[in-house]
């Protein structure tokens, strides 16, 4: 149980695994996506870096290193923000 939402990391110093950055800043980063820690704590998640999500009644967000964090947001309002950067990176009408 010491993995739930990176625990492990912080007791270590580390406070975050490679994976995440958390920031204070409102506008995130690349490829980035916004989620809320049950403690109210803003995280910013690598969309390439998550493997899987479960609603359990809240998200649980697995990440590809392994750990996993416990957030407020619905994972369908995480699957809109992939889906959201996702549409801005395709070009209207190929590349031609």
Do not use: H, W
């Amino acid at each position: 149980m010491d993995r739930i939402s990176g625990e492990r990391d912080r007791e270590k110093g580390g406070y975050f695994s490679e994976s995440c950055v958390s920031q204070t800043d409102d506008s995130g980063g690349k490829r980035m996506i916004k989620v809320t820690r049950l403690s109210g704590e803003v995280l910013y998640l690598n969309i390439f870096q998550i493997e899987s999500m479960e609603s359990i009644p809240e998200t649980k967000i697995k990440m590809m290193n392994g750990y996993y964090f416990l957030v407020k947001d619905s994972a369908e309002s995480v699957l809109e923000q992939i889906r959201t950067f996702i549409s801005g990176c395709m070009i209207p009408g190929g590349l031609g």
